[in-house]
């Protein structure tokens, strides 16, 4: 069984930093991709960062600098580090798992975790 949970959110004022962790279990995802994703309230789901197995990245645009996604496979966790968060970075933080190539096209995911929240106050 796929498990995959997130933890780390909380309510920071714009500049500030968080560190999101998702812990995986169930699979060998070392062979798929592992993204990050999220959804502010009344926005569509946007994909924020994703990890290959080869560790090969990709961002999207709006966070590219800010935020980097990394793994410990020691530990079978993901990592999201997010420095100089703003406002717009409010939403639902949720990681996911897919198959290679899946980008950051959230509907090719199949394995999703539960979510944790991320507050930017300005």
């Known amino acids: 069984q796929v498990q995959l949970v997130e933890s780390g959110g909380g309510s920071v004022t714009a500049g500030g930093s968080l560190r999101l962790s998702c812990g995986v279990s169930g699979y060998p995802y070392r062979w798929y991709l592992l993204a990050w994703f999220r959804q502010g309230s009344g926005k569509e789901r946007e994909g924020v960062a994703v990890i290959g197995y080869d560790s090969s990245t990709d961002y999207a645009d709006s966070v590219k600098g800010r935020f980097t996604i990394s793994e410990d496979n020691s530990k079978n966790t993901l990592y999201l580090q997010m420095n100089s968060l703003k406002p717009e970075d409010t939403g639902m933080y949720y990681c996911?798992?897919?198959?290679?190539?899946?980008?950051?096209?959230?509907?090719?995911?199949?394995?999703w975790g539960q979510g944790t929240q991320v507050t930017v106050s300005s």
């Open positions: 996911a798992s897919g198959p290679v190539g899946s980008g950051l096209d959230g509907s090719h995911y199949s394995y």
